[in-house]
């Protein structure tokens, strides 16, 4: 479905993560939902494979591939159930601020047991009183001799169950003018006194992705786990969100392509009035009318995709594919619900879960309606 320049290898490399999948996770896919979690034995076998941040650079153990093959991870992740988008977090959206802005010490340190999957990595941002408004954190990180104490607590926090280290932003300097000049980005390891994390939250989707509260109750770490410099943290986030929401757009992609099969398959096999759903025209209409919605999507996302690849600057168009992409996403699921009648409201029927796991699609990563304010702010509005 994909217009992407892929290469043999790429292929190559596609078809041994489907394999793997297809044995290591999809039986255990339920299983996983049902636990609110995916194991560790699973992150291990990922890194034993070279599927955790294949593109770190090998003298940290990893592949050095370029981002193509985060994208087939993506989506062949996406595939088995966006409850193993935590994954890719770690992958393509946690480990780049290691990669981007540690020092050669902290890098030796971290990488190699994020890449075999001894450590697993989540970042906090958010926190009970401030999501959207990243600047109002109330998190701080306060400077005593060579270490810093941190106080707070953090929400939603993606792989925050299982995690080993945390990105967590904090505000070095609460009363800087503009706030978000305060902000500072900190690596806290588990086990670290005082770092407590709440039990695993009751979503209504996404279940193997665990996600759960983190508190921060005079945290003291060490200088050496300051990310890049104090007061820049805002920065680094900035930098890193358009790789984040163009994974966000494509995992709506991928799942709509998905829906849209499952949903062509139901109908033709599916009987009323002596025919199959598939053949009334309503039926017909809307999947030629998902067909065509996906198609454009698509296409707009892997043209995004390559121009990320090639180092061009597209937040302005990336904000538009994560707000326009997760809410086809989101349609897409209702309208293919609605084709698979009551079956399609049975948690045995794959389009169930679909429907509940994109509900956040547009609510994570930047809600759409940030996205709209990023977007018209470019507008120059
Ligand atoms: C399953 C899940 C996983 C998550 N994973 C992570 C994670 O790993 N790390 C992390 O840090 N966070 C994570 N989040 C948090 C997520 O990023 C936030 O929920 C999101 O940014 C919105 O913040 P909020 O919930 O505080 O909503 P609010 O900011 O309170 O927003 C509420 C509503 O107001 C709207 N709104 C706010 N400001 C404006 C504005 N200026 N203009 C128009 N409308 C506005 C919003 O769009 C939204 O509709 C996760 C959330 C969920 C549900």
Redesign the pocket.
Known sequence: MTNLPYTREHEIFRKSVQKFLEIEAAPYFNEWEENKCIPKSFWKKLGEQGYLCPWVDEKYGGLGTDFYYSVILYEEFEKIGSGMSGIG?HSDIVIPYIDSFANEEQKQRWLPLCLNGDSIS?????EPG????LAAIKTTARKDGDKYIINGE???????YTADLVIV?CKTDPHANPPHKGISLFVVEEGTPGFTKGAKLN?IG?HA?D?CELIFDNVRVSKDNLLGEEGKGFYYLMQKLQQERLLCALGGIVSAEEMLKMTVSYTTQRSAFGKSISQFQNTQFELAEMATEIKIGRTFVDDLIVKHVNGQNVVTEVSMAKWWVTDLAKKTASRCMQLHGGYGYMEEYEIARKYRDLA?TS????????M??IIAKNMGL
């Open positions: 977090l989540a970042i906090a941002m958010t401030a999501g959207s408004d953090k929400t939603f926090i993606t792989n925050g932003v979503k996404q992705n996600t956040v609510i994570y990563a930047g809600t759409n309606e940030i709209k304010v």
